[in-house]
């Protein structure tokens, strides 16, 4: 019997454990994860405005197909050039194609002030027990002014601010204070949503819902004492409660050889083909990847196909498509719908759209698990709804 090829993935996220599914026929694969739990990082806005824990983690194990190995355990080191990974425990392994997928490192510490900001009000970027404090101050705030600024633009889901403030929107309407409370959103962007098109989408939204939104402020220092946020721009912000995105750096793990990572660790990798530099045997995608346009699942999902073709043999390239789902409360939503050579549809908000985030989130867990069943439903939902083609629809 021919002895398959070892091919490693760190991390079992959304990008790694579709990958791990894709290949386990035609290889060794082995999932090093350091957390016997996948988190499904949408959730943490649904906890963060609605209490809803319902779908936030799975065991991984579940989630993956016979045949592929998974090790509970830190990655602490990678080395390209020697084709080994180093774990927690010192041990090494050895492949014959590894792709990295350990997804963001959220930094509270590179914004001064944010990691007290964060234990009084909490954030959804970070941590579940984070999400639980905006839903106990989204639930407690009678007056007063509540903002969300981003702190870094390369956030995970570039709609997710918006989706934060717009939902906010809903619990205060909902409880009947909405009129005494002023909502702020703080972006670094010279517009509301940094993509233009997409702008003319959501800025009429957020007038309709009278929130305020100012721009040019990139979130810097945070006085919790005074409460006020002081802006890289030099402008002062203040809040009676308020949420600033966190800065997301590239993964904790000494990758060689140096080059191989930016200054915020990040892998560079190409942004068509996800190989490390001239590694043809090293990928990196998802959100550790500089080849990721957008942090998102469906980002991450669509490079691990084209890594799983790849290595089959296939020349099969990355487009950019980016597909987010926005909900905007009420029972609306819309979608970012872009590729690398057409900007973001201005897709109206309703509420079919709603319907299809929702539908997204409950389909998750089997998408991971059988990538075979749900590719040919996905290559015709990503190609009936290719930008080029929204584009004549939504002029
Ligand atoms: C609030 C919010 C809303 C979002 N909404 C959407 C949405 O609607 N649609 C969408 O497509 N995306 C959304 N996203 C983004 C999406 O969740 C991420 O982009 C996606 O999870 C990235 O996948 P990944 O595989 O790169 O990383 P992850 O899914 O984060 O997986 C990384 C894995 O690596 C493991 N790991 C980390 N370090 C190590 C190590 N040293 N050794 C071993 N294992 C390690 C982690 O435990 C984790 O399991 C949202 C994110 C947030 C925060």
Same mark, same amino acid.
């Given at each position: ?7 490693? =993935? ?17 290889? $060794? ?48 080191? =990678? ?8 774990? /927690? ?42 999400? /639980? ?88 220092? =945070?006085?919790? $004492? ?51 530099? /001239? ?5 990196? =995608? ?23 073709? &790849? ?26 719908? /872009? ?52 584009? &004549?629809?939504?002029?």
């Amino acid at each position: 019997m021919i002895e398959k090829e070892k091919f490693l =993935i760190v991390g079992g996220g959304s990008g790694g454990a579709i990958l791990a599914n894709s290949l386990a026929k035609e290889f $060794d694969v082995t999932v090093i994860n350091d957390s016997p739990n996948h988190y499904y990082w949408p959730q943490l806005l649904q906890i963060a405005f609605r209490n809803d824990y319902s779908n936030l983690y799975r065991p991984l194990s579940s989630l993956l197909v016979k045949g592929v190995n998974l090790i509970i355990d830190s990655v602490k080191k =990678i080395d390209l050039q020697e084709r080994s990974i180093t774990l /927690s425990t010192n041990k090494k392994l050895s492949y014959d194609y590894i792709a990295i997928a350990p997804g963001v490192t959220i930094d509270h510490k590179s914004i001064e002030g944010n990691e007290k900001l964060v234990n009084q009000f909490g954030d959804f970027h970070s941590t579940p027990e984070n999400a /639980s404090k905006v839903f106990n101050i989204v639930n407690s705030m009678k007056k007063g002014t509540f903002v969300i600024s981003v702190g870094d633009p390369y956030h995970r889901c570039p709609p997710s601010p918006y989706e934060g403030i717009l939902l906010a929107d809903e619990v205060f309407r909902l409880r009947g204070v909405r009129e005494n409370i002023n909502m702020v959103l703080a972006v670094p962007y010279p517009r509301a949503y940094p993509a233009e098109t997409f702008n003319e989408v959501l800025e009429p939204i957020l007038k309709e819902r009278g929130i305020n939104v100012m721009t040019f402020f990139t979130a810097d220092k =945070i006085d919790t $004492d005074n409460k006020k946020i002081t802006s890289l721009e030099g402008e002062e912000l203040s809040y009676d409660a308020a949420i600033v995105v966190p800065v997301h750096k590239g993964p904790k793990i000494e990758i060689k050889p140096e080059d191989s990572v930016n200054q915020d660790g990040f892998i560079n990798a190409d942004k068509l083909t996800n190989q490390i530099l /001239s590694y043809d045997d090293a990928f990196a =995608i998802g959100d550790a990847s500089t080849s990721t346009n957008a942090k998102t699942g469906v980002t991450a999902h669509l490079q691990a196909k084209v890594v799983a073709k &790849r290595v089959l043999g296939l020349d099969a390239k990355n487009t950019g498509r980016t597909n987010c789902p926005t909900e905007i409360g009420f029972q609306k939503g819309t979608f970012v719908i /872009s590729d690398y050579n057409h900007p973001a549809v201005k897709v109206p908000a309703n509420t079919i759209n709603f319907i299809m985030k929702r539908l997204f989130a409950d389909v998750y867990w089997d998408v991971i698990k059988h990538p075979e069943f749900w590719d040919p439903i996905f290559d015709v939902y990503f190609e009936r709804t290719e930008p080029e083609v929204l584009w &004549r629809i939504f002029k």
